[in-house]
């Protein structure tokens, strides 16, 4: 068996998707999305979609936090219907599987998802400990169920064999992954899927596994290069995990932001406007007490004085000499 795998989920804002403490907590089975159901719905909206699995909730608690006067609606689509309302102007983004077509959708990654082996408590693979890990070797002769509804495999080999029938005719796929999961529950062979969706769908008679080996499953924000707004910005922003401060976005800010950062400015200004009467008055005093020091050292030593209406010199003013020095007495 392979080196254990750290459980890995998608990650918080700021976060790092590798450190499994900062990991989007699992979505319970049938969970709805929260939705601004007390915001005025003559506001601006925006509308983020996301596929099954996704878990977007952090991200709109951050939304919500930064733009309280833009209501964010999230709208749950299976993955074959996200790109289609997004080109249909349903959806203004989508946190969905990538890749996508360039040429219509701008993409940014967020994340990878390991692949895990769902099979039957009564599987042989059952007697693994929770830490463990599988690798295709160790499925290589297990039926695999693929759902017609899978994100995995499109340009990776299917592990296994194909699942047949008594008589030993192939079978087709199962409709969806909740099939596949119930399936593999008969103890008739495993299914490999996304972690996030094995953790959607479990159920109390199915386990799985990391796939060590095995394809991962790639989720980024998703949006039409034409319609990169100010608001997908501000998204944007917010899933790459910059502050308020440094964020790019452009969204319009509340108005206790703008009630603050006025105050603020007024206060920077006001303690600007003493802190430089201040130093005013200092350097008045520091002139004139200057002035004063300079006339004594005009006086001194080195400096000419008036005497009599004339010119007088200081002992150290002494006129430098030309040629060599006279003797005494000649």
């Not at 994100?151 to 296994?160: E, I, R, Y």
């Not at 440094?246 to 969204?251: A, D, I, T, V």
């Amino acid at each position: 068996m392979s080196q254990p795998l750290p459980d890995v989920g998608p990650p918080v804002p700021g976060g790092d998707a590798t450190d499994p403490s900062t990991a989007v907590p699992e979505v319970e089975e049938g969970a709805e999305p929260v939705e601004d159901a007390d915001v005025d719905p003559s506001l601006p909206r925006f509308r983020l979609a996301y596929v099954p699995g996704a878990t977007p909730g952090k991200w709109a608690s951050v939304w919500r936090e930064r733009l309280p006067d833009v209501r964010l609606d999230l709208v749950q689509l299976e993955p074959d219907a996200m790109l289609p309302a997004l080109e249909a102007g349903e959806a203004d983004a989508a946190i969905g599987r990538l890749p996508v077509d360039k040429e219509v959708f701008s993409a940014i990654p967020l994340y990878e998802e390991t692949s895990v082996v769902c099979f039957s408590r009564d599987h042989l693979l059952a007697a693994l400990d929770e830490e463990e890990t599988v690798s295709v070797a160790d499925i290589a002769g297990d039926p695999v169920w693929v759902p017609a509804d899978d994100v995995l495999f499109a340009t990776h080999p299917v592990p296994g064999v194909v699942p047949v029938d008594p008589d030993g005719n192939p079978l087709g796929q199962v409709a969806t992954t909740a099939d596949a999961v119930a399936t593999v529950a008969a103890n008739v062979g495993v299914a490999v899927l996304p972690m996030s969706l094995a953790r959607l769908h479990r159920r109390k008679d199915v386990v799985y596994r990391p796939l060590v080996d095995g394809p991962t499953a790639p989720v980024g924000l998703i949006w039409p290069y034409e319609r990169t707004t100010d608001l997908v910005e501000e998204l944007v922003g917010i899933v790459r995990g910059r502050t308020v401060n440094s964020s790019r976005g452009r969204g319009r800010p509340s108005a206790q932001q703008a009630e603050d950062a006025a105050a603020g400015a007024a206060g920077k200004s006001a303690r600007a406007g003493v802190k430089k009467a201040a130093k005013g008055g200092s350097g008045g005093s520091a002139g004139r007490s200057g002035a004063g020091r300079s006339g004594a050292k005009a006086g001194g030593r080195g400096g000419v004085q008036r005497a009599g209406g004339g010119l007088q010199r200081g002992k150290s003013a002494r006129p430098a000499s030309k040629g060599k020095k006279k003797g005494k007495g000649k």
